[in-house]
Each structure stands twice: as C-alpha cells, then as structure tokens.
C-alpha cells in the first residue's frame, strides 16, 4: 500500500502549485483522505480534507479560500490547488488515508501516510 505525493516545488510569493497524491496497492475511493503539512520544529498541521465521495470538505483557516482539494475516485488520486502561496506556507506536504468516510481533522485517524512533498514559496 503506498501514497505518493508530488507536485511540490519552489514557487514565488501569490504563485500556485497543485499537489498530487495518488495511492497504489489498494483503492482509498471509501475513505476520507487529508492533507497536512510539518516545518520542522513545529507540530503537523491539518490543511484540508475531504470526504470519500466529494462532498464535503475541511480546511484550515490559514488556506481558507486559497486551497482546495478535489478527488478522482477512478483513479485514486486526490489533489490540493494551492493559489495565492504565501511563504508561511513553506512546508512539506503530506497526504494520508482517513479510517473512516468521513471528514476528520485528527491526524491520528490516518493510517496510511505518502511521504512528503516540498513546498517552498520564496522570492
């Protein structure tokens, strides 16, 4: 089983990236999926999160109305639009399968964890 998260890079201050994590191994199409992000030294953060059809989502209020996140059940992927990136936002991303269907903002209800990607916004 396995959660692979790219789409990171360095990018300029209001600049956009868009994150992808596709899962391999085993379909996460029934479960919630999340997006958190760690600078080191500080503790993880929730970012966004949606639920396993779609319909409803969470986000942090530190990327309220500049993120989103979507998700392609057929191909188990789910995804984070970031705009207008601000460099409070450097971190590395991480995206994880909920245990559940529904919208969960508690990282220690996700099981299976990517690696990590790094996002970087810097003039």
């Known amino acids: 089983v396995q959660l692979q998260a790219s789409g990171g890079g360095l990018v300029q201050p209001g600049g956009s990236l868009r994150l992808s994590c596709a899962a391999s191994g085993r379909t996460f199409s029934s479960y919630a999926m999340g997006w958190f992000r760690q600078v080191p030294g500080k503790e993880r953060e929730t970012v966004a999160v949606?639920?396993?059809?779609?319909?409803?989502?969470y986000y942090a209020d530190s990327v309220k109305g500049r993120f989103t996140t979507s998700r392609d059940r057929a191909k188990n992927t789910v995804y984070l639009q970031m705009n207008s990136l601000k460099p409070e936002d450097t971190a590395v991303y991480y995206c994880?399968?909920?245990?559940?269907?529904?919208?969960?903002?508690?990282?220690?209800?996700?099981?299976?964890w990517g690696q990590g990607t790094q996002v970087t916004v810097s003039s």
């Open positions: 949606i639920n396993w059809s779609g319909s409803s989502t």
């Open positions: 994880a399968a909920a245990n559940s269907r529904w919208v969960d903002q508690n990282p220690e209800n996700y099981s299976y």
